[in-house]
T-cell receptor, first 117, second 109 residues
Framework: GAVVSQHPSWVICKSGTSVKIECRSL??????MFWYRQFPKQSLMLMAT?????????EQGVEKDKFLINHASLTLSTLTVTSAHPEDSSFYIC?????????????FGQGTRLTVV | QKEVEQNSGPLSVPEGAIASLNCTYS??????FFWYRQYSGKSPELIMS????GDKEDGRFTAQLNKASQYVSLLIRDSQPSDSATYLC?????????FGTGTSLTVIP
């Protein structure tokens, strides 16, 4: 299957600082990438859909000024958690689809575990 | 109503038994259906995809889709302890993927 690389795998930051997470599609072009957040023992929650060359589409309740998404190229999307607080501590996962086929599954990055202290 | 619903479990089966995981979805226009497996602290990995009514088999896994009933299931035959994980049902509607809350499966040796 297609490879999606996410970096970093884990990060600890101080409250009030910003953290950037990268999501790369390594062997295919992804015009759309998705960002999810997962709290312990809960399911994936879609935060936003990242569209290459345009603004991201945020799900209801997700603060776009806090979770900045940039999708500057067909292989890279970044999520920046600004002014992080302990309640932002979570597992953040990106996914992308290879649009070569009509019906394609989503491939996930390894996830980033963010801990805000 | 949630887009995709699953029983959260936990579901426990003895080693060698058949594990049956169920999922229902709300949008009749949904086109594609997927089962992902997620180990604790890890990212989901795709197990099966199914697009048309009926059964699709891949090794010990069988996905079943019934669009009329808006129901998709995953059967795991000869369950192994390594199958213990959370199984996520995902439904593609338009350009969006919707995930169920996941079913926790434990295979008891």
């Amino acid at each position: 299957g297609a490879v999606v690389s996410q970096h970093p795998s884990w990060v600890i930051c101080k409250s009030g600082t910003s953290v950037k997470i990268e999501c790369r599609s390594l062997d295919f072009q992804a015009t759309t990438m998705f960002w999810y957040r997962q709290f312990p023992k809960q399911s994936l929650m879609l935060m936003a859909t990242s569209n290459e060359g345009s603004k991201a589409t945020y799900e209801q309740g997700v603060e776009k000024d806090k979770f900045l998404i940039n999708h500057a190229s067909l292989t890279l999307s970044t999520l920046t958690v600004t002014s992080a607080h302990p309640e932002d501590s979570s597992f953040y996962i990106c996914s992308a689809r290879d649009y070569q086929g009509q019906d394609t599954e989503a491939f996930f990055g390894q996830g980033t575990r963010l801990t805000v202290v | 109503q949630k887009e995709v619903e699953q029983n959260s479990g936990p579901l426990s089966v003895p080693e060698g038994a058949i594990a049956s995981l169920n999922c229902t979805y709300s949008d009749r226009g949904s086109q594609s259906f997927f089962w992902y497996r997620q180990y604790s602290g890890k990212s989901p990995e795709l197990i099966m995809s199914i697009y048309s009514n009926g059964d699709k088999e891949d090794g010990r896994f069988t996905a079943q889709l019934n669009k009329a009933s808006q129901y998709v299931s995953l059967l795991i035959r000869d369950s192994q302890p390594s199958d213990s994980a959370t199984y996520l049902c995902a439904v593609k509607t338009g350009n969006q993927f919707y995930f169920g809350t996941g079913t926790s499966l434990t295979v008891i040796p």
